[in-house]
């Protein structure tokens, strides 16, 4: 059980071999996992929650301060470049199983897409499960970023209620490193932003990510879906260029300040006819080269309502639904013995003959 | 496996498919561990409508078009698709019971949350029949294991087959019937396809248990009878229903029968043919008549020589220990078929009412071909009272009246998938529809459901055992070279 296995559900030769699975990081995740599980004292029942996922890209980047007019918008154009490239997908996704009295188990999955030339590949890492209390989250959250990124120094951790997102993102942030470096001349398609500087998103590793990423010649285009960045109080995402789509507008004039870092340029994407745009950073190089990257991923991908659907793909499949969550309740229930029991509604309880 | 719900009769139960490998038909037994317990028949298994599963069939869906690799350390995966494939099992509840006991019209409930589901076990079937009775009849196996029903569950009773073609109705019914004679009873089939004529032979042609205890009687050779051991009531019945005589005529036949009887003169077909020529008569009821007499006479199942004549009485008593009368009807026209039975009826009643023969089996296949429409009452209830026991055998169910469904005993059900006889039977059997239409449309060929007093009127689908006896009900066929010689021959 603790010994990470790779399950290939394909009969078909996968085009995409990778060593994930015996990575000693993604081990020691899973052991780490375990661990807390073992803390748990069997006594104690637990109840199911049937929670939302958490893999929404609303983290950090509102944080990001925008001032008044610094400069103007510029708009690109996009054209689709008949340049052959593979498209690789990150996503993770993480979600509250069940809780007791003093804490709550989460499971954490991740998703890898690879397409190229039509063929498309998934990865699907996952789930880990996670028991996290007051008691053992600052170990669990420091020991993570010392597994992941080789952080030394210990912090206090986020608030219980956050950690199930906080380690969805020290997961994701690996990810993205580990596929920085395992491929080359490719574009990378990340959920969320480039903005660094907090906990989970240390400034040396999104630095460190990057900079695999240029070193492997590789481009990485994060895409939020969420924004809440304005410019004189207007969404970014509702700015329109006279261009007609698809087209990024830079906004990087508009910036003044920032509260945290971000790597790479800020664009506002609309790519395909419908009015959905996304807030892109793209990194590392230069504007030129992002704007022919963008060609080239319309050449490569296909768009779905202006958005990756490799992108896409690695969301839906990193994203736990019901069944997940309850068959995940049932193993924990059969295999770590914990006695869950269905929580009682104390509304209906006091109200129901009424 | 917990219990879902209760909706009048019906119950579902939430299962695994890993839990119990259920079919329908199959018995389940609710209990606490009280002593009592809820016997459940399965009707249907469905998929649970699993919240999210559209959205994760589609995502699976999605996967299928793509390689994909799991990495998942702890085999949520095996967890998760016991999940999505859970099943709900739709059951009516049978019987309450308390130990061996059926407890009916009990309105106790096993808990939903206490409860524990198994499948029940052939013994557990057996304590709760419970038809009287010692003689076993071996008709094939429920569950896997050998399935016996009683002989004496016949007796008396009215029994119906039925389902579509090639099914095996006939097959149980030589199971049954073969069965009888072995435990010494009387029987007589009205054979129209001469499928039973080799019930004596085992497969390899060698004789069999049977073979001195079967009469196999062919009308028109050596099954003769005279017109005076027909009598008149049989003779007015074939004018009026076999050949649709006008009751005038039939009056005048009743006046020149008593006129001959009265006068003591012999009493053939050919002496009936000379006196009604010579009677003062209408000339066209003269001429009905004599063209009726000439008809049966030439049918030649009547004779004139008393030494050449069957008696029925005779045959069905010359053996003591049990008796297979077969009349093959395969080689005779459509009236002259209803003629035969016309007269093995009625004689039959007589006999019976006389006590001349011990009561009797008769099984018919396809008796609307050869039983008018007003005899199906007379056949259930009076002559029932006097000791015949019927047992139809039909792949048309509407074909036998509705009102004999309902006062069928026994009923042996194989599949139907036609809407129409589903109805048909579904309306006239003795449980619910919903039963019948889910159970009966998916029987495989030789398994068969059967309903009433054989199985204590706990509903069981059985799987016909094979018998050991050369089969004529299959089906003559032009292309019947195996594969595999016309493989051969083409090389």
Same mark, same amino acid.
């Given at each position: 059980m603790q010994n990470i296995q790779q399950n290939s559900i394909s009969l078909n030769k996968p085009s995409l071999h990778l060593d994930i699975a015996s990575s000693t990081y993604l081990k020691a995740f899973s052991n780490l996992g375990l661990i807390s599980l073992n803390k +748990? %004292? %069997?006594d104690e029942y637990f109840f199911p929650v049937l929670d939302k996922n958490i893999n929404d890209d609303d983290h950090i980047e509102d944080i990001l301060i925008i001032d008044f007019k610094q400069g103007e918008p510029i708009s690109f154009s996009i054209k689709p470049i008949e340049i052959k490239k593979p498209i690789i997908a990150i996503d993770t996704s993480s979600i509250k199983i069940a809780e007791n009295s003093e804490g709550f188990i989460i499971a954490i999955r991740g998703a890898i897409i690879h397409r190229f030339l039509n063929k498309a590949s998934a990865y699907l890492i996952g789930p880990f499960p996670f028991y996290i209390c007051e008691e053992n989250s600052y170990l669990i959250y420091n020991r993570l970023r010392n597994i992941f990124f080789g952080l030394k120094e210990n912090v206090n951790p986020p608030l219980l209620e956050h950690i199930p997102k906080r380690i969805g993102n020290l997961f994701d942030r690996w990810l993205q490193i580990y596929v920085a470096e395992k491929f080359s001349d490719s574009i990378l398609l990340f959920d969320g932003s480039l903005t660094a500087g907090t906990i989970d998103s240390p400034i040396s590793i999104m630095k460190k990510i990057i900079e695999i990423a240029q070193k492997n010649n590789n481009i990485i285009m994060a895409f939020s879906k969420m924004t809440r960045l304005r410019i004189h109080g207007v969404r970014i995402t509702e700015i329109q260029s006279k261009?007609?789509?698809?087209y990024v507008i830079n +906004?990087? %004039?508009?910036?003044?300040?920032?509260k945290y870092k971000c790597f790479g340029n800020i664009y506002v994407a609309r790519l395909s006819p419908f009015p959905y745009s996304y807030r892109l950073d793209i990194a590392p190089f230069s504007k030129d080269k992002h704007i022919e990257s963008l060609g080239i991923l319309l050449n490569n991908d296909a768009i779905i309502y202006g958005y990756p659907e490799t992108l896409l793909l690695a969301h839906v499949l990193s994203t736990f639904n019901k069944i997940d969550v309850i068959g995940f309740q049932r193993l924990l229930a059969s295999e770590f013995n914990f006695p869950i029991y269905e929580n009682e509604d104390i509304r209906e309880t006091l109200f129901q003959p009424f | 496996m917990k219990i879902l719900k209760k909706e009048k009769n019906s119950i579902q139960i939430i299962c695994f498919p890993e839990d119990v490998e259920i079919q329908k038909g199959d018995y389940l037994i609710a209990e606490e561990g009280n002593g009592k317990y809820a016997l459940l028949q399965v009707i249907d298994v469905n998929y649970v409508q699993t919240p999210g599963i559209l959205e994760d069939l589609l995502r699976t869906m999605s996967l299928e078009k793509i390689d994909t690799n799991l990495i998942d350390p702890f085999d949520t995966n095996s967890f998760m698709l016991l999940i999505k494939d859970a099943r709900i099992v739709s059951t009516k509840i049978r019987a309450i019971a308390e130990g061996d006991n059926l407890i009916f019209g009990s309105s106790w409930l096993p808990s939903r949350f206490k409860s524990f589901i198994r499948k029940a076990d052939i013994d557990t079937l057996y304590r709760l029949i419970k038809v009287d009775g010692y003689r076993k009849i071996n008709i094939g196996k429920v569950s896997g294991q050998d399935f016996y029903i009683n002989a004496e569950a016949f007796d008396g009773r009215l029994t119906i087959i039925t389902g579509k073609k090639e099914t095996g109705k006939s097959h149980i019914a030589k199971i049954i019937v073969s069965s009888l004679v072995e435990y010494g009873a009387k029987c007589i089939v009205f054979d129209i396809n001469g499928e039973y004529v080799n019930l004596n032979k085992n497969k390899l042609g060698e004789p069999n248990k049977l073979a001195n205890k079967i009469k196999i009687l062919i009308p028109g050779e050596n099954f003769k009878v005279t017109i005076k051991d027909a009598g008149l009531k049989v003779l007015l019945d074939v004018l009026e229903y076999v050949y649709n005589t006008p009751g005038t005529s039939c009056r005048e036949f009743a006046r020149i029968w008593h006129t001959i009887e009265h006068k003591r003169m012999s009493l053939t077909i050919d002496d009936l043919i000379e006196f009604i020529q010579k009677a003062s008569i209408h000339e066209s009821v003269r001429d009905a008549l004599i063209s009726r007499m000439l008809a049966l006479k030439s049918s030649r199942f009547f004779t004139n020589n008393e030494n050449e004549a069957t008696s029925l009485m005779d045959e069905i008593n010359s053996i003591d220990d049990g008796t297979l009368i077969i009349i093959d009807m395969k080689s005779l026209i459509p009236i002259t078929r209803k003629i035969v039975v016309e007269y093995i009826l009625s004689k039959l009643g007589t006999l019976l009412k006389d006590d001349k023969i011990p009561p009797i089996f008769l099984l018919a296949e396809e008796a609307h071909l050869y039983i008018r429409n007003t005899y199906w009452d007379d056949l259930v209830t009076r002559m029932r009272h006097f000791g015949l026991f019927p047992i139809f055998v039909t792949?048309? $169910?509407?074909?036998? $009246?509705e009102t004999i469904y309902r006062q069928a005993d026994n009923i042996f059900l194989f599949n139907f998938t036609n809407e129409n006889d589903l109805d048909f039977i579904s309306k006239a059997s003795r449980i619910d529809s919903e039963s019948i239409k889910s159970i009966v449309s998916q029987l495989p060929p030789k398994h068969c459901f059967i309903l009433g007093y054989v199985v204590g009127d706990l509903p069981i689908v059985v799987k016909v055992k094979d018998m050991d006896i050369q089969t004529m009900g299959m089906t003559k066929k032009f292309f019947k070279e195996k594969k595999s010689i016309l493989i051969q021959k083409m090389l």
């Open positions: +748990i %004292n %069997n261009e007609s789509y698809p +906004i990087d %004039n508009c910036l003044k300040q920032m | 792949n048309q $169910p509407d074909s036998i $009246p």
